[in-house]
């Protein structure tokens, strides 16, 4: 597979430990680090879960470079965040603070943005919907959709990377035109991305007729008595990933 064309929500297969995991074990594993990586408040937490992600990377033998590429939609978002932070010394009149905020809180969302990306590159589109078919099956009793929700999901994130393989496809077809797409301030910049939207929305409203088309000729009539191809097994190793979760998180809010 080569790196240009990783993308945020492909999987990568490596054959690691952590591939292996019950996709279950990874979802709940990373509920728990997303609810102690919010209320950091200072960068030795931060750094904490820095190491931690170093030691998740290197354990599911995905490289850096990889990883990074596939982060590339959130270059905007944490841009995004450090501004707004900045922007904030106007109420409070502190450059020093405002300043401190911006780096802590960008710092943090990338550590945080990494874990979940990790999620997709470890785990196929097919076990995520599986793992959250299994987790939300308790809410069927209050009437909530737990099956079709799950395949939504899965389906997004089975779309993602090749939608944006298609948005690529566009822009370097506008740019060999001679558009302009990284040229001129914010708003030329903005205006100039129409005529990529535009085709690219007509690419997923016609990728979603083709698999409404493809669900209907399979005879599809909701997820009720729908059998897996490979069922989920819990493993030794899904306990321990929890219980290491679980340890990762209680001395972090010790801490």
């Known amino acids: 597979m080569l790196l240009s064309n990783i993308n945020l929500g492909q999987y990568v297969p490596t054959g690691s430990v952590i591939h292996k995991l019950d996709p279950r074990a990874k979802l709940f594993s990373l509920l728990l680090i997303i609810s102690a990586i919010f209320p950091a408040k200072n960068f030795f937490q931060i750094a904490f879960w820095a190491a931690a ?55 943090r969302l990338i550590i945080l943005m990494m874990f979940a990306i990790m ?30 929700c799950s395949m939504m999901i899965g389906m997004a994130l089975r779309f993602i990377p090749l939608l944006m393989q298609e948005a690529d496809k566009i822009m370097k077809a506008q740019l060999s035109r001679g558009a302009k797409l990284d040229q001129g301030n914010l708003f030329q910049r903005i205006m ?26 399979r005879g599809y009539d909701g997820g009720e008595g729908r059998t897996r191809r490979k069922p989920l097994a819990w493993t030794l190793n899904d306990t321990k990933a929890i219980i290491f979760s679980v340890f990762a998180a209680a001395i972090f809010f010790v801490v």
């Open 53 to 107: 992600l170093i030691t998740l990377v290197r354990v599911s033998k995905i490289s850096w470079e990889v990883l990074f590429r596939a982060a590339r939609p959130i270059i905007f978002l944490v841009a995004f965040t450090f501004i707004f932070n900045l922007i904030s010394v106007y109420t409070t009149g502190d450059i020093l603070t405002s300043l401190y905020r911006a780096v802590f809180t960008s710092i």
């Open 119 to 148: 999620l997709p590159l470890t785990t196929t589109p097919l076990e995520l919907a599986d793992g959250l078919d299994t987790l939300l099956r308790p809410l069927k009793k209050i009437g909530f959709p737990a099956q079709e």
């Open 192 to 217: 100039s991305f129409f005529p990529v939207l535009i085709p690219l929305f007509i690419i997923i409203f016609r990728r979603a007729d083709e698999i409404a088309i493809a669900m209907e000729a």
